[in-house]
Each structure stands twice: as structure tokens, then as C-alpha cells.
Nanobody, 128 residues
């Protein structure tokens, strides 16, 4: 059983950067897909980045490719999301999630369905 907690959200101006962290307690993340999702009110939850622990499969949504980077720590208990060149449309509640699935396609890894552990979310606001 895994408990997840996000941190690092906040407010930033367009073009700025933020780093989100997802810390796991309980079991380690080894053998799990970890992903970052985001959601704005009245819209579906969007998968933006996913990584298989230990880090040999990484997927990004087109909306963040080249700007966001997902990474894991060496102890397999933390997954970070480095966000650069932030835009107003990146404003959302950001969630991390874990799925104990051995293999997924890129499309599957960025959908919320396979993920059975979720954090409470952290707000990111990008505005001038």
C-alpha cells in the first residue's frame, strides 16, 4: 500500500519555473508507474508525464513536452516534476498517482484509469 503526498505548488509568472515533488510512504515505488496529472474545474483530469520506476520508460503529453521533466530519486520514494517556461494554461491542480502495472503503452500511462493511488493535489497558478 502506498500513500502519496505532493508539494511544491504555488504561484508564478509566465515563463517561470516550479518543481513539484511527490513523496511516497508505505511501500516503495519500485515496479510502479508514477504519473503527474492536472485538472481544472469542469474539465477531465489530464495526464502530463509518466515514468516507470526504475525510470526506463518516460512519457509526456504534447502540451508539456520539452518544458516539463519527470524524474525519480535513487531511493524510489520520490518523483519530481520540473516545470519550466510555465504558461497561464498550465494553471491547474496537480496530482501524482501510482499504478502497480507491469507494462503500459504511452497512451495508457497518461490516462487516470490504471492509477489506483493518488495524492491530494497541489495548486499551480501561472499569471502575471
Amino acid at each position: 500500500h502506498v500513500q502519496l503526498a505532493e508539494s511544491g505548488g504555488g504561484s508564478v509568472q509566465p515563463g517561470g519555473s516550479l518543481r513539484l515533488s511527490c513523496t511516497a510512504s508505505g511501500d516503495t515505488l519500485n515496479g510502479n508507474y508514477m504519473a503527474w496529472f492536472r485538472q481544472v474545474p469542469d474539465q477531465e483530469r489530464e495526464g502530463i508525464a509518466s515514468i516507470f520506476i526504475p525510470g526506463d520508460r518516460v512519457y509526456y503529453a504534447d502540451s508539456v513536452k520539452g518544458r516539463f521533466t519527470i524524474s525519480q530519486d535513487k531511493d524510489n520514494r520520490m518523483v519530481d516534476l520540473e516545470m519550466n517556461d510555465l504558461k497561464p494554461e498550465d494553471t491547474a491542480m496537480y496530482y501524482c498517482a501510482a499504478a502497480a502495472v507491469p507494462i503500459m503503452t504511452a497512451k495508457q500511462a497518461l490516462r487516470p484509469g490504471p492509477y489506483n493511488y493518488w495524492g491530494q493535489g497541489t495548486q499551480v497558478t501561472v499569471s502575471s
